[in-house]
């Protein structure tokens, strides 16, 4: 991950300090980014701590952290670890608690004609125009605006885990623009992550991005898995305000997962004590046993 520091935590040396090792760590390490602004909350400062996902173990690993505030990109797993902030708050939708709002089934009505796909995560040169155009209209300064063609195949074809691109097309559009959305989802053992999705901008009326949460809670509804995990809320941040109207969302907030209270009890003032020491964190991540690999 860009900006690392070169600082190493792992589950052995937080909770037993060695002063050297002789042989490989049994269990990940784990790093901490070097602080950089802040894409959600102007004038604040993000910090991650971020893991490599490889190997045999990569699933377990992956499903794993999922369930404690951990994100994937590419071959990295991260959670925010900002010096004097938490207001990010990794969220899911518990699918049996959820029920639709009615602009949420006006949503599923606009959109009935589009027709799902899911393949095997390989990029196309359609998914990339969709994408550039996407960030071209919605986000042209964010962080991601020179993605190339090359990197964009990279955020969807690297992954160590069963991942699926779940196309949306519209057949009633003409032949060369008929992918009208694209979610990059990756499938755990307890639901369906949202790695990145983005749509035809000229759609906005459609409330695209709404729908693909709720085809997404659809899917996992059909495969009998509890959730769909959504990446992260931030209260106070206007690109973040969608997850909050979806019934059944919950929050994972002082080591486990909870039922969002009403959006404006939350708050984001900062403080020097807000979050804990990194290997405190890293202490009290639960692991896998990656030396028995799942059969």
Known sequence: MPGALCIVFDKD????????????????????????PCPYLEGRMERKLFTSLTGEGATQLNDTLSKQGFRRSQNVLYRPSCADCAACLSARIDVE???????????????????RQATSPWATEEQYDLFRTYLDERHADG??????????????????????????????KDADRRLTAVALTDVLDDGLSMVYSFYDP?????SLGTYMILDHI??????GLPYVY???????????GYKAKFKGVELYVGGQWVPMRDPADYDTERHP????????????????DLRSPRR
Not at 230 to 240: A, D, E, N, Q, T
Not at 279 to 286: D, L, M, P, T
Request: hydrophobic share 40%; charged share 25%.
């Open 13 to 36: 040396s937080a909770n037993n300090p060695a002063p050297m090792r002789h042989t490989l760590p049994l269990t990940p390490q784990f790093y901490v980014t070097a602080p950089q």
């Open 97 to 115: 608690a959820f029920a639709p709002t009615k602009s949420q089934r006006r949503a599923i009505n606009r959109n009935k004609r589009l027709v």
């Open 143 to 172: 962080g991601m605006a020179d993605m190339d063609v090359f990197e964009f195949a990279a955020m969807i074809e690297e992954t160590p885990i069963r991942s699926r691109v779940i196309e949306y097309n519209d057949p009633e």
């Open 202 to 206: 000229d759609r906005t009326a459609d």
């Open 218 to 223: 659809e899917i996992a509804r059909e495969a």
């Open 230 to 240: 959504l990446g992260y809320w931030v209260p106070g941040s206007p690109k973040m």
């Open 273 to 288: 004590l807000k979050t804990d020491p990194i290997a405190e964190q890293v202490a009290n991540i639960s692991l896998p």
